[in-house]
Nanobody
Framework: QVQLVESGGGLVQPGGSLRLSCAAS????????MSWYRQAAGKERELVAG????????NYADSVKGRFTISRDNPKNTVYLQTNSLKPEDTAVYYC?????????????WGQGTQVTVSS
C-alpha cells in the first residue's frame, strides 16, 4: 500500500524558511521521480518542484526558482523541500506526489498535505 506523509509546515514570517518532508512507503522509492505541488485557497494545484529517481535532475516552477530546493534521501525513502525567502504568496497546502507504475498500470499517489502560511 503506497503511503506519502508530509510534515514540516507551519506559520512563518515573510523571509523565513521551512523544510518540508515527505516520507514514502509501499513502493520502490528509489525507482521513481517525486514531486512537490501546492494549492492555495481558491486556486488550482500547481507543480512546485520535481526530482528524478537518483536526485541527479531537478526542475522548479519559475515562481520558486532560487528560493526552494528539492532533494531526496533514498535510503530513508524521503523527499524534502527546503523553502527559503518565503513570501505571502507561497501560502498554500503543500503535497508530495508519486506516479507509480505496476503491472502496466500507472497511478498517481498524493499525501494528505501540509499547510504553509507566510504572514507577519
Amino acid at each position: 500500500q503506497v503511503q506519502l506523509v508530509e510534515s514540516g509546515g507551519g506559520l512563518v514570517q515573510p523571509g523565513g524558511s521551512l523544510r518540508l518532508s515527505c516520507a514514502a512507503s509501499g513502493f520502490r522509492f528509489s525507482s521513481y521521480t517525486m514531486s512537490w505541488y501546492r494549492q492555495a485557497a481558491g486556486k488550482e494545484r500547481e507543480l512546485v518542484a520535481g526530482i528524478s529517481n537518483t536526485g541527479g535532475s531537478t526542475n522548479y516552477a519559475d515562481s520558486v526558482k532560487g528560493r526552494f530546493t528539492i532533494s531526496r534521501d533514498n535510503p530513508k525513502n524521503t523527499v524534502y523541500l527546503q523553502t527559503n525567502s518565503l513570501k505571502p504568496e507561497d501560502t498554500a497546502v503543500y503535497y508530495c506526489k508519486a506516479v507509480v507504475s505496476r503491472a502496466w498500470v500507472t497511478t498517481d499517489y498524493w499525501g494528505q498535505g501540509t499547510q504553509v502560511t507566510v504572514s507577519s
